[in-house]
């Protein structure tokens, strides 16, 4: 089973030592890059995504300030951890974080991915995100109704 736990002072060196395949380092930003990121975005938070008491992922979301929606920003899988069916439940479980504190009723997440990055293709599909257009910045933007 999955847990989420914020990113503080305790846990941060564990998040900074996940890391991508090398195939997949031009996909994402480095988490130590989000950590620092997040300290100038007001209503982003970073979370660690543990198995057990193991840290297995990490996640960055929030309300992005241009559009007012919820965006998931960065979700990545450590590469020793791919491959065993987290990717969809970390998607799901950022999903009912924000479902949960949603207090602003907004009615959908955004998500942007390379389009080379079939992985995230498939992860998000089968979390529910429906692919929409591709964004001015190149990455393929899909969106998950919070709402129905």
């Not at 300290?39 to 543990?50: A, D, H, K, S």
């Not at 970390?90 to 974080?97: D, G, M, P």
């Not at 959908?108 to 089968?126: D, F, L, P, Q, S």
């Amino acid at each position: 089973m999955l847990t989420l736990q914020p990113i503080t002072k305790d846990n941060w060196e564990e998040a900074i030592r996940l890391k991508v395949k090398e195939n997949q380092k031009n996909f994402i930003s480095s988490n130590l890059y989000s950590i620092a990121e997040v300290q100038f975005l007001e209503q982003f938070r970073v979370i660690g995504i543990y198995a057990d008491n193991q840290m297995v992922a990490f996640a960055m979301y929030g309300i992005d300030p241009d559009d007012n929606n919820y965006w998931i920003y960065r979700l990545m899988i450590d590469a020793a951890q791919q491959g065993k069916g987290f990717g969809a439940s970390a998607v799901k479980l950022v999903i009912e974080e924000i479902r949960r504190t949603n207090t602003n009723e907004i009615p959908v997440i955004m998500i942007g991915y390379n389009r080379e990055n079939e992985g995230a293709r498939e992860v998000y599909k089968r979390a529910g995100f429906v692919e929409t257009e591709i964004a001015p910045w190149g990455e393929q933007i899909a969106i998950y109704k919070l709402k129905v």
